[in-house]
């Protein structure tokens, strides 16, 4: 048995989101179907969680088993022929079977891209959201930052979430004005059900004008109907996973406490070695 880490990139536009479902284009779906035909055996992927319809990704992190005897280059290779033009397994190598893509990750950061005009681009049409309003960007700067620190994002996660509480660690947000709009990046230890898209789409009300109370108010409330709209999930990019080995652009504070943060060896156990 040999075991695989890998990131995987996809267009979500096509996809119906990460987990498997009968009779439905998900991107576990894909991926298993895949590895199955170089296995010649089923596999299972476990992934470092899930995204839904519509949202794309660069730096998804992906394992499985094979009991094909091939390295990781034969594995890329074989990949890279089989698997649709939307999706892509990348950095494939052998790790520690023990390893948890959900469970060993500190954290993850997502971009969401706006383009601040009135009429869409057709060459890249579900990549972005298209807001058609003049944003104070001076207020979208202030607000994001207001919400960097451990909090309970009760008033940012949707109804269908199933986490048991909504205490969550953001340790950085950042809105980078681009020449058509903005990219909102958001980086914590975890995420709520549709909990970037709300605070994006938050942040848009508060920036039109639309929405008057302000954010930490909103945070205090715990209540989801003085929060903004629900940003469109094909503005939405998981960017990056991060672990205590693949830290690069983490930027986590070091005085920082989260769940496996700072790293110790039971929540990270194995032997490669750290980033620093």
């Keep these: 048995m040999v075991f695989f880490r890998a990131k995987v990139s996809y267009h979500g536009r096509a996809f119906h989101g990460w987990q498997k479902q009968e009779g439905l284009r998900t991107t576990q779906n894909t ?44 594995m890329q290779k074989a990949c ?3 698997l649709p033009s939307d999706i892509a397994l990348r950095d494939i190598h052998v790790f520690d079977a023990a390893f ?62 199933q986490a048991s509480h909504a205490r969550r660690y953001l340790w950085g947000i950042r809105v980078e004005s681009v020449s058509s709009g903005y990219r909102i990046h958001v980086k914590g230890n975890a995420f709520c059900h549709n909990m970037v898209r709300i605070i994006v789409g938050t942040l848009v009300d508060i920036g039109r004008g639309k929405i008057e109370m302000p954010i930490l108010d909103i945070l205090q409330s715990r209540n989801r109907e003085h929060a903004g709209i629900t940003a469109p999930a094909h503005g939405l990019t ?33 032997e490669q070695s750290l980033s620093a």
């Design 31 to 74: 991926l298993e179907e895949t590895l199955s035909k170089i296995n010649n055996a089923p596999v299972e992927v476990l992934a470092a969680g899930r995204t839904d319809s519509g949202v794309h990704a660069h730096g998804q992190v992906v394992a499985w088993h094979m009991r094909q005897d091939i390295d990781a280059y034969k």
């Design 80 to 82: 890279a022929g089989l």
């Design 100 to 161: 948890d893509p959900k469970n060993h990750a500190l954290g993850k950061h997502y971009i969401y891209a706006i383009r601040n005009e009135v009429s869409h681009d057709p060459f890249t049409r579900g990549q972005y959201w298209r807001v058609p309003y003049t944003l104070d960007e001076s207020v979208l700067h202030d607000t994001s930052n207001a919400l960097v620190g451990e909090h309970d994002f009760e008033a940012f996660r949707s109804s269908a979430c």
């Design 238 to 270: 998981l960017n990056q996973v991060f672990y205590p080995d693949a830290m690069i652009d983490a930027d986590i504070p070091h005085d920082a406490k989260f769940p496996r943060f700072p790293v110790t060896h039971e929540t990270w156990p194995f």
